[in-house]
T-cell receptor, first 115, second 109 residues
Framework: ETGVTQTPRHLVMGMTNKKSLKCEQHLGHNAMYWYKQSAKKPLELMFVYSLEERVENNSVPSRFSPECPNSSHLFLHLHTLQPEDSALYLC??????????????FGPGTRLTVL | GQNIDQPTEMTATEGAIVQINCTYQTSGFNGLFWYQQHAGEAPTFLSYNVLDGLEEKGRFSSFLSRSKGYSYLLLKELQMKDSASYLC??????????WGAGTKLIIKP
């Protein structure tokens, strides 16, 4: 148990659907992350919330919209996705601060398939 | 641009030793991480290097040379459960992690 949970674990959606991914961390961390993991590609950082400030990767399409209501919860709202968005979406958390050694703890991921 | 290179796939024999290399070019350096990811599971932390040299943790060791932009993960006494992908990641000057694509390690009996 890593202390980071994600729901749902699997999601199949059509291109016109709207869905949300949920992440919750029970580790008392103050930073949370969304990553996209495609086969044989590096993890792609999508969004970071650190001390309730959002750091956005400019290359993320607007059909992905994050929400962080508090330091323990993170959502990724999805709408009008494309088939190429099919991937494993990983949430992670860490204790942000001046120390460089801030290990990230990952959730099990949501396997998303867009038809 | 920032780049992390590691081999796509490696094969080793149970009981043997394997070394997985990682080279990086990043804007700044604030530490290098190795993670293990079993198929269908979350990545889990293995090791962290910020100074040059070898960090040993049981059967796993990680080495760093900052001047060469190079690290390796050494796995000894390989077990079948070590079959997984191994991800190298570097924290850049903005304290963001830059990830490699991972090395899939296949262990054969």
């Amino acid at each position: 148990e890593t202390g980071v949970t994600q729901t749902p674990r699997h999601l199949v959606m059509g291109m016109t659907n709207k869905k949300s991914l949920k992440c919750e961390q029970h580790l008392g961390h103050n930073a949370m992350y969304w990553y996209k993991q495609s086969a044989k590609k590096p993890l792609e950082l999508m969004f970071v919330y650190s001390l309730e400030e959002r750091v956005e990767n400019n290359s993320v399409p607007s059909r992905f919209s994050p929400e962080c209501p508090n330091s323990s919860h993170l959502f990724l709202h999805l709408h009008t996705l494309q088939p190429e968005d099919s991937a494993l979406y990983l949430c992670a958390s860490s204790q942000d601060g001046a120390e460089a050694y801030n290990e990230q703890f990952f959730g099990p991921g949501t396997r998303l398939t867009v038809l | 641009g920032q780049n992390i290179d590691q081999p796509t796939e490696m094969t080793a024999t149970e009981g043997a030793i394997v070394q997985i290399n990682c080279t990086y070019q990043t804007s700044g350096f604030n530490g290098l991480f190795w993670y293990q990811q079993h198929a269908g599971e979350a990545p889990t932390f293995l090791s962290y290097n910020v100074l040059d040299g070898l960090e040993e943790k049981g059967r796993f060791s990680s080495f760093l040379s900052r001047s060469k932009g190079y690290s390796y993960l050494l796995l000894k006494e390989l077990q079948m459960k070590d079959s997984a992908s191994y991800l190298c990641a570097v924290r850049d000057s903005n304290y963001q992690l830059i990830w490699g694509a991972g090395t899939k390690l296949i262990i054969k009996p």
